[in-house]
Each structure stands twice: as structure tokens, then as C-alpha cells.
């Protein structure tokens, strides 16, 4: 009975995630909390799991990840990787997301070059896509901490009583399968789809209104200061002030207060504000 009581909850939550009725978080801790209501998971069994070295490692890759994310780094890194003739473009992003995909989360590896890779012109994006993906999927497979599945297994051998995974012991599989795939990708992305954007300049612009706390460490500075004028994607439109607009912004103008600064742009980098705090 227990069997079958299991295996319905388990079909049920699928149904759940999948139509999207509920909430992925909501419907986890509802059917943690149900088990352990019906006595089908003792408490002590179920705190042990939210202490589980591989749920640890990987909420501080997700934390880093975000952190890189909210830096200029990958951007600034992004803008010089797809430079130069097609194929060495695509052999530098290529290389590049495996390594980082390596050590970090793939889903924010990709999403820090898509910008960049939607933004040039001299290298068709529809070229270049599958390699992003394929290459972060592939980097990620050969650390212990490139992808979450390595580190549930990490967990399982553990648990039951096997040995520690090291942190490259994936790497002996995982390197040689990569190099493998990178030179079939290579080869075969000249054949992959050749879709220019229609108009790279004609993308709508977007305005961002963001309001400066009082205890903010941006007020009193100068924009110069503050290094508000070289945003990547975002520009500092005008200033909204005690209801007067201040356009345009000059470089020497100090901020104050309750100040409400109005970026137009690409709305796709409004992470780039998140990294100044107030």
C-alpha cells in the first residue's frame, strides 16, 4: 500500500509541474510535508536530507553564479570571445562555455552570452546557438560540480555506503567525450541554419525607472562617480527630481535622495543596476 501510495504522489506531482498549477517549491515542501504527516518518512530521515553535502554545494554554485551574472565580467568577457572569422568565433565560445560550465551553472553561463551573441552582426546567431548550448552541456559533464545530476549521484554512492567521488574523477569520461563532440560540432556547424536578425537597430528601446534609497551609496557622488554612464545596453536618460525631470544628465551631476534615475535601453540588461546596492 505504501508502494502505490508513493508512486501516485509522485505521478501527481509530475501532473502538477508539469501544467504549472502549481509552484515547483510549493509542490516539493507540500509533498515532504505530506509524507511525513502520514508517517511514510520519519522526521529525522527528512531534516537529514535538507543537510545533504550535494543540495549544499549546489544552492553555492547557484549563489556564485548569480553573483558572476550580476557583473559586468561575463559581459565584458562575451564581447571579445565572438570576434574575429565564423569558425574561431565559435571554437573561443565554444571553449570558453565548457570551461566555465565546468565550475559553474550552466543555465548562467548561456544566458551571460546570449546578449552578446544577439548583439554582433558579422556572425549569424543561428550559427552559433546549438554550439552554446551543446558546449555548456558538455563542459558541465566532466567536474563533479558541473552539473547538479553529478551531484546527486555523488550523494546516492555516499549513502549507500560507497566512496566519495573526487571533484575531476568524472573528467576521465567526460574529457575525452567532450573533445570528441567539439570536433564533430565544428564540423558540422557550417551547416546549421545562416538567419541574420531582421534589424539589429531597429530592436523597441525600453525605459527602466529606478529609485535611489535614502541611505543609498550612490547618493552624493557624481554619475561620473558612480559609473552610471557606461552601463552596458542601458543609457541614463534623465533624472526625476521633487517633480522636475533633469534631461539631459550630465557626467558632474550629483545625485541626492529619492532621486529617480530613468535608463532607456535593452531591457535584457536591467542586471546590470542590481549590482549597485540602494
Known sequence: MMTWTVLLSIAGLLVMLISGWVRPAAAFVSLAGGYLLLGLVDTAILLQQYTN???????????ISLALERTPLLDWLSLRIVKGGERTATARLMG?????SAFLNNTAVVAAFLGAISRQSHVAPSRL????SYASILGGMTTLVGTSTNLVVSSFALSSGGPELGMFQFS?????VALLSFVVLLWRA???????PENITEKLSYFLAADLEPGSELVGKSIEANH???????????I??????ISPVGPEEILKPADTLIFTGEVSKVQALQRFRG
Open 129 to 132: 546557438l546549438i554550439p552554446l
Open 190 to 196: 557550417q551547416r546549421l541554419p545562416q538567419h541574420q
Open 96 to 100: 570558453t562555455s565548457a570551461v566555465l
Open 172 to 176: 576521465l569520461v567526460g574529457v575525452p
Open 228 to 238: 552610471l554612464r557606461s552601463l552596458e545596453g542601458l543609457y541614463l536618460l534623465e
Open 240 to 245: 526625476e527630481r521633487e517633480g522636475r525631470l
Open 53 to 63: 553535502p550535494a543540495l549544499a554545494t549546489l544552492l553555492l554554485l547557484l549563489l
